[in-house]
């Protein structure tokens, strides 16, 4: 079973709407960390935001914010304000910190290909 | 400050021949990643180095792939006898610690004919 889904090969948003970006993920480990990269065409791997499994709060970074649903085990990414410089590829992440002796290493969703139309 | 740097950008190479992708972490970094980012299997962990610890190579495809680090800083991925599957781009990330953030090099595209 995948342990992080991203149900949305690709997206459009119109230039300055917000977007919303679907991960679920899959852990019985209790301690876990969720994250978002962006990918552009250039092909680096870009930080935007991380969420705790035992964060109480929604993780923000500016534009950024992460829809974290514990129970429902979903961790969205919205993007307000979109930019045509937001067209990417976006992934979401997973690090589970104690299930199966894990060291920390990332588990990566396929990612949503987001599209802001001018 | 400077970031993860990969080299080379690009590799082409024939298949049977031994390629070694070079990695430089951000300074002060403990722990250090390697990842294949790839068509068909999307982004793969390989090996983890904490420090100057023996590696995690748990995400190792196959034995011809190995890899060191050495002082604790600079890695080398190294793919013997290079396959047409092992096209793909290699990514690099460290983190300062391993429960850390990650941050990715620009990755190194390998193509295998």
């Known amino acids: 079973a995948q342990k992080i889904t991203q149900t949305q090969p690709g997206m459009f948003v119109q230039e300055k709407e917000a977007v919303t970006l679907d991960c679920t993920y899959d852990t019985s480990d209790p301690s876990y960390g969720l994250f978002w990269y962006k990918q552009p065409s250039s092909g680096e791997m870009i930080f935007l935001i991380y969420q705790g499994s035992y964060d109480q709060q929604n993780a923000t970074e500016g534009r950024y914010s992460l829809n974290f649903q514990k129970a429902r085990k979903s961790a969205n990414l919205v993007i307000s304000a979109s930019q045509l410089g937001d067209s990417a590829m976006y992934f979401c992440a997973m690090r589970e910190i104690n299930y199966g002796g894990s060291q920390g290493n990332l588990i990566f969703g396929k990612g949503t290909k987001l599209s802001v139309k001018p | 400050g400077a970031g993860v740097s990969q080299s080379p950008s690009n590799k082409v190479t024939e298949k049977g021949k031994d390629v070694e992708l070079r990695c430089d972490p951000i300074s002060g970094h403990t722990a250090l990643y390697w990842y294949r980012q790839s068509l068909g299997q999307g982004l793969e962990f390989l090996i983890y180095?904490?420090?100057?610890?023996?590696?995690?190579k748990s995400g190792l495809p196959s034995d011809r792939f190995s890899a060191e680090r050495t002082g604790g800083s600079v890695s080398t991925l190294t793919i013997q006898r290079t396959q047409q599957e092992d096209s793909a781009v290699y990514l690099c990330?460290?983190?300062?610690?391993?429960?850390?953030?990650?941050?990715f090099g620009p990755g190194t595209r390998l193509l295998v004919l």
């Open positions: 990330a460290s983190s300062p610690r391993m429960d850390e953030t990650q941050y």
């Open positions: 180095f904490q420090g100057n610890s023996a590696p995690d």
